[in-house]
């Protein structure tokens, strides 16, 4: 699908085009001063690996806000998203080094709501082979 989709276009089990995103320490480091949460466990492995995680960890609403952003770079933009929500299923670990891990986000339409002209999109977000965001739904406006 190309340009911004419009209402009456799409329809259930349609695919949104997927998204690969790579999460670095880096990336980290600057969401943590852009939200304001500089908690250790998103920088220091020590403190990770002492509340029982296996090494730094991604910010959810980080994983989350790029969940968010293959249902947005679909729609044409945030302002047609009108929801978004998630569970956090699995940390995204993201490795010390220059490459860091990938966030592989896929989304289909997963209900039309004809009435209010919008759609549910379901976004599938995987890292390591493992899924790491469980019920995680947008609900999108459509012209």
Do not use: K
Request: glycine share 10%; aromatic share 4%.
């Amino acid at each position: 699908m190309t340009g911004t989709p419009q209402f009456g276009t799409v329809a259930v089990g349609d695919q949104l085009p997927a998204l690969t995103v790579r999460i670095t320490r880096a990336q980290l480091v600057r969401y943590a001063g852009a939200s304001g949460d500089f908690n250790p466990i998103h920088w220091s492995r020590r403190v990770a690996q002492q509340v029982g995680l296996p090494d730094v960890i991604a910010h959810g609403m980080l994983t989350m806000a790029q969940a968010g952003r293959i249902v947005s770079d679909w729609a044409g933009g945030p302002a047609a998203v009108r929801s978004l929500e998630s569970r956090f299923t699995r940390p995204v670990v993201v490795p010390d080094d220059e490459d860091g891990v990938e966030l592989e986000l896929t989304a289909v339409i997963a209900a039309v709501d004809e009435q209010a002209r919008t759609v549910r999109v379901d976004v599938t977000a995987r890292s390591g082979g493992q899924t790491v965001l469980s019920r995680c739904r947008a609900v999108v406006a459509l012209d």
